[in-house]
């Protein structure tokens, strides 16, 4: 018989079945989307766990590694996990082990670890083969209850075997530990917390259900994290981030002055953000410092042992210690964010965005049902031996009729059940009963267990039958947790590591200037706008080479940490940072390229900022009002509008104000001296008239001291100064139309 070639049933037909590609994606990248969601990357509330870490600690329970027990190899615990409940690989299973046992990871470590279980450098633990590992007293909490019904089972991957759908959680871990994951579309972070603030909020909670969420805030600070350092988020963030779910907090290294004698000092840091590498750390600074982007830094050694020790050397003494920090935590993770996105299993299917009374609010429902589970568990246990006991108390009375049924009796159950009208339960107890426990002393025992279940029995009813009754068993539970990390009692488990303070209000401009390397430079533009910084203060500009076609506009000294700022014709003010200016080397750079300057429009001045200096700034008509010169100040390429200048007006004029007149001449050869209070002082607009012309414009102006005269010079470089009284024929008020020019004045119509 030849091979059959078509599918069962099939008739030779095609058997492909035509399938809508977009509807098959979608279907199956939601059942893949629901898996990481419920599987993989969420905590449950009630517990704070993943399902690897339950699956972890469930195993641990199975293969009785209390906390005093002994420890057992990790690559056992990994294989149980792995073979039993979680089908993954086994190093994705060792990882989650290995970060449970991490005192730096975890504020309350699940895992008790022996052997090398990695550092905060970031180094790997070794081989599961061999480390050890056994629970902690706080995983010992989690799963307080899980024998007694407390939680629902349910089927391994496998069905060979049954899980917890979420452990007890007598502790509240998902804000004691924290936890973070990417899943599909959504995300999680929750920075670890105290146990103890946990708890006293919790329990102002159950005093009182309507509490404000801010009232929770004078028990829950903020995070608390393993490794410590300073929260310097401001109050009503961290308040916007607990009511929301949705935040973060600015972590800061923990660091202080050392004093190394002859008033040096070196600046020790001991405690780092959390998530940090200590190593990569160190590693950055290292780059940074060689690159010169910390120019206030000479030099970090790691010092470090069991603890943290980072020594960041200073290059002068004369360094405020905290300008010093300041650049280093701008620059470096030594500041850090940590986000909080509160994004949990409530109750275990519905992932959602919780604010910290509702995480405290589910995590306590949560422990009431496990209390209820618990109760009539034990309620169950209590009737079951109630009806046993009282059939040995039933037979005790009968003792010798009992006896004799039990000899003669071919069916002694049946006759038992039918002549004292026992249950099936009692008589097969009272066929089971041994010899020796018919002297009378039991009788005496059984009577006293039957009274002290019966009265523990009318207690659960009782807490079964009253809400409040049951509210106040879960608050002395929670205030029992409380005390176990108590700071008081346990400061080693219980103090708080991560403390607050405002972060230092430092000038941003002084960290700035901190961040970089302060050196002369002479700043140089030609007069078709190409722009450089030669090295050094330069005395002779006359060595300055330019493109064919171009020569000087103006060059002036500065230093690196300056900023330069350009005036256009157009009234607008660009800055430009003078560490970011093209090198002496070639001829620099067009300032077009470094700022958006209109086409039409060409640079007046170019000068080193001065933030206490005041300008006295004119058009080519004549208008201008001073301006303080830290006004101007442009924070983007596209500059700053300062004067209002319409064309054919353009703005002419940008001269530091000093003395108290102004001396202004137009190209009609007028002269004008006024003095300058008659000026407005404005941040911006066209300004006031400042000379009066029938046609032409300004030629040029000067402020000056009218003690010290008004000085100009010819072209043979001949200086003249004309005193008060020689001026009194040029003095008027503002917007007046001015005299002739005295003797001696330059034909160029400038004052030199």
Same mark, same amino acid.
């Given at each position: 018989?030849g091979?059959?070639?078509n599918?069962?049933?099939?008739?030779?037909?095609?058997?492909?079945?035509?399938?809508?590609?977009?509807?098959?994606?979608? =279907?199956?990248y939601?059942? /893949?989307a629901?898996?990481?969601i419920m599987? %993989?990357?969420?905590?449950?509330?009630?517990?704070?766990?993943?399902?690897?870490? #339950?699956?972890? +600690?469930?195993?641990? #329970?199975?293969l009785r590694? $209390?906390p005093?027990?002994?420890?057992?190899k990790c690559?056992?615990?990994?294989?149980?996990?792995?073979?039993?409940f979680h089908?993954?690989?086994?190093? $994705?299973?060792?990882?989650?082990l290995?970060?449970?046992?991490?005192?730096?990871?975890?504020? /309350?470590?699940l895992?008790d670890g022996?052997?090398?279980f990695?550092?905060?450098?970031g180094?790997?633990a070794?081989?599961?083969?061999?480390?050890?590992?056994?629970?902690?007293? +706080?995983?010992a !909490?989690?799963?307080?209850?899980? @024998?007694?019904?407390?939680?629902?089972?349910?089927?391994t991957?496998? =069905?060979?075997? =049954?899980?917890?759908?979420?452990?007890?959680?007598?502790?509240?871990n998902?804000?004691?530990?924290?936890?973070?994951?990417?899943?599909?579309g959504m995300?999680?972070?929750?920075?670890?917390h105290?146990?103890?603030?946990?708890?006293d909020?919790?329990?102002?909670?159950?005093?009182?259900?309507?509490v404000?969420?801010?009232?929770l805030?004078?028990?829950v600070?903020?995070?608390d994290?393993p490794?410590?350092?300073?929260? +310097?988020?401001?109050q009503? $963030?961290?308040r916007?981030? /607990?009511?929301?779910?949705?935040?973060?907090?600015?972590?800061?290294a #923990?660091?202080?002055?050392e004093?190394?004698?002859?008033?040096?000092?070196?600046?020790v840091v001991?405690?780092?953000p959390?998530?940090?590498?200590?190593?990569?750390?160190?590693?950055?600074?290292?780059e940074l410092?060689?690159?010169?982007?910390?120019?206030?830094?000479?030099?970090? %050694?790691d010092?470090s042992? !069991?603890?943290?020790?980072?020594?960041?050397v200073?290059?002068?003494?004369?360094?405020?210690?905290?300008?010093?920090?300041?650049?280093?935590?701008?620059l470096?993770d030594?500041?850090?964010?940590?986000?909080?996105?509160?994004?949990?299993?409530s109750r275990?299917?519905?992932p959602?965005?919780?604010?910290?009374?509702q995480?405290l609010?589910?995590?306590?429902?949560?422990?009431?049902?496990?209390?209820?589970?618990?109760?009539?568990?034990? &309620?169950?246990?209590? !009737?079951?031996?109630?009806?046993i006991?009282?059939?040995?108390l039933?037979?005790? &009375?009968?003792?010798?009729?009992?006896?004799?049924?039990?000899?003669?009796?071919?069916?002694?159950?049946?006759?038992m059940?039918?002549?004292?009208?026992? @249950?099936?339960?009692?008589?097969?107890?009272i066929?089971?009963?041994?010899?020796?426990?018919l002297?009378? &002393?039991?009788?005496? !025992?059984?009577?006293?267990?039957?009274?002290?279940?019966s009265?523990?029995? @009318?207690?659960?009813?009782?807490?079964?039958?009253? @809400?409040?009754?049951?509210?106040?068993t879960?608050?002395?539970?929670?205030a029992?947790?409380?005390q176990?990390?108590?700071?008081?009692?346990?400061?080693?488990l219980g103090r708080?590591?991560?403390t607050?303070?405002?972060?230092? =209000?430092?000038?941003?401009?002084?960290?700035?200037?901190?961040?970089?390397?302060?050196?002369?430079?002479?700043?140089?533009?030609s007069?078709?706008?190409?722009?450089?910084?030669?090295?050094g203060?330069?005395?002779?500009?006359?060595?300055?080479?330019?493109?064919?076609?171009?020569?000087?506009?103006?060059?002036?000294?500065a230093?690196?940490?300056?900023?330069?700022l &350009?005036?256009?014709?157009?009234?607008?003010?660009?800055?430009?940072?003078?560490?970011?200016?093209?090198?002496?080397?070639?001829?620099?750079?067009?300032? %077009?390229?470094?700022?958006?300057?209109?086409?039409?429009?060409?640079?007046?001045?170019?000068?080193?900022?001065d933030?206490? #200096?005041?300008?006295?700034?004119?058009?080519?008509?004549?208008?201008?009002f001073?301006?303080p010169?830290?006004?101007?100040?442009?924070?983007t390429r596209?500059?700053?509008?300062?004067?209002?200048?319409?064309?054919?007006?353009?703005?002419?004029?940008?001269?530091?104000?000093?003395?108290?007149? +102004?001396?202004?001449?137009?190209?009609?050869?007028?002269?004008?001296?006024?003095a300058?209070?008659?000026?407005?002082?404005?941040?911006?607009?066209?300004?006031?008239?400042?000379?009066?012309y029938?046609?032409?414009?300004?030629?040029?102006?000067?402020?000056?001291?009218?003690?010290?005269?008004?000085?100009?010079?010819?072209?043979?470089?001949?200086?003249?100064?004309?005193?008060?009284?020689?001026?009194?024929?040029w003095?008027?008020?503002r917007?007046?139309?001015g005299?002739m020019?005295?003797?001696?004045?330059?034909?160029?119509?400038?004052?030199?």
């Amino acid at each position: 018989m030849g091979k059959e070639l078509n599918p069962p049933g099939g008739d030779g037909g095609d058997a492909v079945e035509p399938v809508d590609l977009k509807k098959a994606l979608e =279907e199956r990248y939601l059942a /893949y989307a629901l898996s990481t969601i419920m599987h %993989r990357a969420l905590p449950d509330v009630r517990d704070g766990l993943k399902p690897v870490h #339950r699956r972890i +600690v469930h195993t641990m #329970r199975l293969l009785r590694l $209390s906390p005093d027990q002994g420890f057992a190899k990790c690559a056992r615990i990994v294989g149980d996990v792995m073979g039993k409940f979680h089908p993954h690989g086994d190093q $994705s299973i060792y990882d989650a082990l290995v970060r449970l046992a991490q005192s730096f990871s975890m504020r /309350y470590p699940l895992v008790d670890g022996q052997g090398n279980f990695g550092n905060i450098d970031g180094d790997n633990a070794a081989a599961m083969r061999y480390t050890e590992a056994r629970m902690t007293e +706080v995983a010992a !909490e989690l799963l307080t209850g899980i @024998t007694e019904d407390a939680v629902d089972f349910r089927p391994t991957y496998n =069905e060979e075997d =049954e899980e917890p759908t979420v452990l007890p959680g007598a502790f509240p871990n998902l804000l004691c530990n924290g936890s973070s994951g990417i899943a599909v579309g959504m995300a999680t972070s929750i920075p670890p917390h105290n146990a103890a603030e946990v708890c006293d909020a919790a329990l102002a909670i159950i005093d009182d259900p309507d509490v404000d969420p801010e009232r929770l805030l004078d028990f829950v600070k903020g995070p608390d994290f393993p490794t410590g350092g300073i929260i +310097v988020e401001d109050q009503a $963030s961290i308040r916007e981030a /607990y009511a929301t779910g949705r935040g973060g907090f600015r972590v800061r290294a #923990r660091w202080e002055k050392e004093d190394q004698g002859r008033g040096t000092w070196n600046v020790v840091v001991t405690e780092i953000p959390y998530g940090v590498q200590k190593s990569r750390l160190i590693e950055k600074i290292a780059e940074l410092i060689i690159a010169r982007r910390l120019p206030l830094l000479e030099d970090i %050694r790691d010092e470090s042992a !069991e603890d943290v020790r980072i020594v960041l050397v200073p290059k002068s003494r004369t360094v405020e210690p905290e300008l010093l920090m300041e650049s280093v935590f701008k620059l470096t993770d030594l500041e850090n964010r940590f986000p909080l996105n509160m994004n949990v299993l409530s109750r275990g299917k519905v992932p959602g965005v919780l604010s910290l009374k509702q995480v405290l609010r589910e995590w306590l429902d949560h422990r009431r049902d496990v209390l209820l589970r618990r109760s009539r568990h034990r &309620l169950a246990e209590i !009737e079951k031996r109630l009806e046993i006991l009282s059939g040995y108390l039933i037979a005790y &009375l009968n003792i010798d009729e009992v006896i004799r049924i039990i000899r003669e009796e071919d069916e002694p159950k049946k006759v038992m059940i039918a002549r004292f009208e026992l @249950t099936d339960n009692q008589a097969e107890a009272i066929l089971n009963m041994r010899l020796r426990a018919l002297r009378k &002393l039991e009788e005496f !025992e059984i009577r006293k267990e039957f009274d002290k279940l019966s009265e523990e029995k @009318t207690g659960i009813e009782a807490l079964l039958g009253s @809400t409040t009754r049951q509210w106040k068993t879960v608050r002395w539970e929670v205030a029992k947790v409380r005390q176990t990390f108590d700071p008081e009692k346990n400061p080693a488990l219980g103090r708080r590591r991560t403390t607050f303070a405002e972060a230092p =209000e430092h000038d941003l401009e002084d960290v700035h200037e901190a961040l970089i390397e302060r050196e002369p430079i002479t700043v140089v533009l030609s007069e078709k706008g190409w722009l450089r910084a030669m090295k050094g203060h330069l005395a002779d500009y006359s060595t300055l080479s330019f493109k064919e076609g171009d020569s000087l506009k103006l060059a002036f000294p500065a230093q690196t940490t300056d900023k330069i700022l &350009l005036f256009t014709t157009g009234g607008k003010f660009y800055t430009l940072g003078a560490d970011r200016l093209p090198g002496g080397r070639g001829h620099g750079e067009p300032v %077009r390229i470094m700022v958006d300057m209109e086409t039409d429009q060409a640079i007046v001045t170019a000068f080193a900022h001065d933030p206490e #200096r005041k300008l006295l700034i004119a058009s080519h008509v004549g208008n201008g009002f001073v301006v303080p010169e830290k006004e101007i100040i442009a924070n983007t390429r596209k500059g700053k509008q300062v004067m209002n200048v319409k064309a054919p007006d353009e703005a002419k004029y940008c001269i530091p104000v000093s003395g108290d007149h +102004v001396a202004i001449v137009g190209q009609n050869r007028k002269l004008l001296v006024f003095a300058l209070s008659e000026i407005p002082e404005m941040t911006r607009g066209k300004g006031v008239r400042l000379q009066r012309y029938k046609d032409g414009g300004v030629s040029d102006l000067k402020t000056f001291a009218m003690e010290a005269g008004l000085s100009w010079q010819d072209s043979a470089d001949r200086t003249f100064v004309k005193s008060r009284d020689e001026l009194i024929e040029w003095m008027g008020n503002r917007a007046a139309a001015g005299r002739m020019v005295p003797k001696g004045f330059p034909r160029t119509g400038r004052f030199g």
